[in-house]
């Protein structure tokens, strides 16, 4: 089943490359029927997920290169089920808001299917090799798309992402060549198997130099501050799916890369890095919040956004318990349903009116008033009003942050009003007040395309909001099993010392075997 939905858009997109550039309507109605099937076909997953099971299920696994150990070896469980939900959910709505595309429809599609097979695959992938190369076929689709379907300024973004995410990922597979290799000196046969290196002891000195290198990586990715600079920068000059993608799955590759790697591999390096993790967390929420505020254009005002709350999702990570954690991958979904619609909403007007600055609008709620009352409705999941989807996810970081630290709980709850701040202010500045511009008077409101992509997304916004249990109930007890896990290597790895076998591999690989 997970290779079915990994692999049926890269066939999709095989069959989009033969077809002519001159059928547009046929590649649009291919590709869209194409990701249909794959959210179809993911919903067996969903059903068939036994929630009582802590371990892997659907799991494959088949030798790939065994001369170096590398399997084919894939599985999900309660911190990845509804991530692969969301790449499969999105991605048809990403298709519907881009059947308006008009510049190199062909290609388009080509490149945006083969970046759902990267996202799957990366979230599915149990063999680190395999991870890594899915992780990379992530960027090139993604740089395309930002390249040459975005803004003014798309090469410089599409660069700068590019660059950005290459410079962590390097550092990533040093430190998976590493792992690799202190696995043999281990006495251990030849594998890139995470389950299998989830119990390797490592000292904790060693621990904090390879958690650093996947630290920077996935730090880059979601992104923390101040690594976050290529994300506003993206956001802006992508094409409106692009954004709601990169908002909405590529963004929470990061926050996974920590629950999967990052600190169940390195616990102890994991424990001695909260209070910086926390630190910077707090940061990027107030930053992302006051630069956001100043903001002329919507899209780089919900950019910035981006990088406030997903602040929020690394405070509940590193808040290391149940509520924080189970907080913090419920707020990543939270994110791509919010976000991603208001990425699709400010999508809707820049077709009308070619612009996106605030001064250009005003008033718009008399022209369109289904556009502003959607607008709102999503405005008020993303500041997390009760009731609405933020909510949940916000409430349940504060309260395993406090548990954890009461001092960063206090500092990242002023994130919250700021929020409420320039959402409101924005909304007030674009929908009432005076309608200064003329064109402004002859807009039209929502067409049954807009409100088919829209609607799915308002009806997710109330429904993760109203009863959050259909989606919790099927991640804490995997987080429970998470947090014992993380704990119990924790306290196996703390009595080894530098002296450890395991750190002859950053001295020349020179110590007795184990």
């Known amino acids: 089943m997970l290779t079915l939905l990994a692999f049926l858009p890269l066939l999709g997109a095989i069959i989009v490359l033969l077809m002519k550039k001159e059928s547009v309507g046929l590649i649009r109605g291919f590709t869209l029927a194409v990701v249909s099937l794959n959210f179809l076909a993911s919903l067996p997953l969903l059903f068939g997920f036994d929630s009582a099971q802590t371990g892997m299920q659907f799991v494959e696994k088949m030798a790939w290169i065994p001369s170096i150990g590398v399997d084919y070896h894939v599985g999900v469980d309660g911190i990845s089920l509804w991530l692969v939900m969301l790449t499969t959910f999105l991605s048809v709505i990403c298709i519907l808001s881009s059947l308006t595309v008009e510049k190199k429809v062909k290609e388009y599609m080509f490149f945006f299917l083969i970046l759902?097979?990267?996202?799957?695959?990366?979230?599915?992938?149990?063999d680190l090799f395999l991870f890594y190369i899915f992780w990379e076929a992530m960027l090139i689709p993604m740089y395309f798309l930002i390249g040459v379907w975005g803004g003014k300024e798309r090469i410089y973004a599409a660069v700068?992402?590019?660059?950005?995410?290459?410079?962590?990922?390097?550092l990533m597979l040093v430190a998976i060549i590493a792992l690799y290799y202190m696995n043999i000196r281990a006495g251990n046969p030849a594998s890139f198997n995470i389950l299998e290196l989830y119990k390797l002891p490592i000292a904790p000195s060693v621990q904090m130099i390879m958690f650093m290198a996947f630290a920077l990586a996935f730090a880059i990715k979601v992104p923390m501050w101040p690594v976050h600079t290529w994300l506003p920068d993206a956001h802006t000059q992508a094409p409106t799916a692009g954004s709601v993608i990169l908002a909405g799955v590529l963004l929470k590759m990061g926050c996974y890369g920590y629950l999967r790697f990052a600190m169940p591999l390195f616990p102890n390096a994991t424990k001695a890095?909260?209070?910086?993790?926390?630190?910077?967390a707090v940061i990027g929420i107030i930053y992302g919040a006051l630069v956001a505020m100043v903001q002329k254009d919507v899209k780089k005002l919900v950019a910035y956004s981006s990088v406030s709350h997903l602040g929020y999702v690394m405070l509940g990570i590193f808040a290391l318990n149940s509520q924080g954690v189970?907080?913090?991958?419920?707020?990543?979904?939270?994110?791509?349903?919010?976000?991603?619609?208001?990425?699709?909403?400010?999508?809707?007007?820049?077709e009308?009116?070619?612009?996106?600055?605030?001064?250009?609008?005003?008033?718009?709620?008399?022209?369109m008033p289904n556009y502003a009352a959607v607008f709102m409705v999503i405005t008020m999941s993303s500041i997390g009003l009760p009731g609405l989807n933020g909510f949940v996810g916000e409430y349940l970081i504060m309260l395993g942050t406090f548990l954890s630290s009461p001092v960063a709980a206090t500092f990242a709850a002023s994130g919250v009003i700021l929020a409420a701040?320039?959402?409101?202010?924005?909304?007030?500045?674009?929908?009432?007040?005076?309608?200064?511009?003329?064109e402004n008077r002859e807009l039209k409101d929502l067409?049954?395309?807009?409100?088919?992509?829209?609607?799915?997304?308002?009806?997710?916004a109330f429904w993760m909001g109203i009863y959050p249990a259909t989606f919790t109930s099927k991640m804490e007890p995997t987080i429970n099993a998470w947090l014992k896990q993380v704990e119990d290597r924790r306290i196996s790895c703390q009595e080894l010392t530098s002296d450890n076998p395991m750190a002859s591999l950053f001295s020349g690989f020179d110590g007795p075997r184990k």
Request: hydrophobic share 50%.
């Open 352 to 367: 009308r009116r070619h612009t996106r600055m605030i001064e250009d609008f005003g008033g718009l709620a008399r022209p």
């Open 421 to 438: 701040g320039y959402m409101l202010w924005m909304y007030r500045r674009v929908f009432f007040g005076e309608m200064k511009h003329e």
């Open 447 to 460: 067409n049954g395309l807009e409100w088919a992509y829209l609607v799915p997304m308002l009806i997710f």
């Open 273 to 280: 890095a909260v209070p910086f993790m926390m630190a910077i």
């Open 160 to 170: 700068k992402f590019f660059i950005f995410t290459m410079v962590g990922s390097l």
């Open 326 to 350: 189970v907080g913090g991958l419920y707020q990543s979904l939270n994110h791509g349903i919010s976000t991603g619609a208001l990425f699709l909403l400010v999508g809707v007007i820049y």
């Open 116 to 126: 759902e097979t990267g996202m799957i695959g990366a979230l599915v992938s149990l």
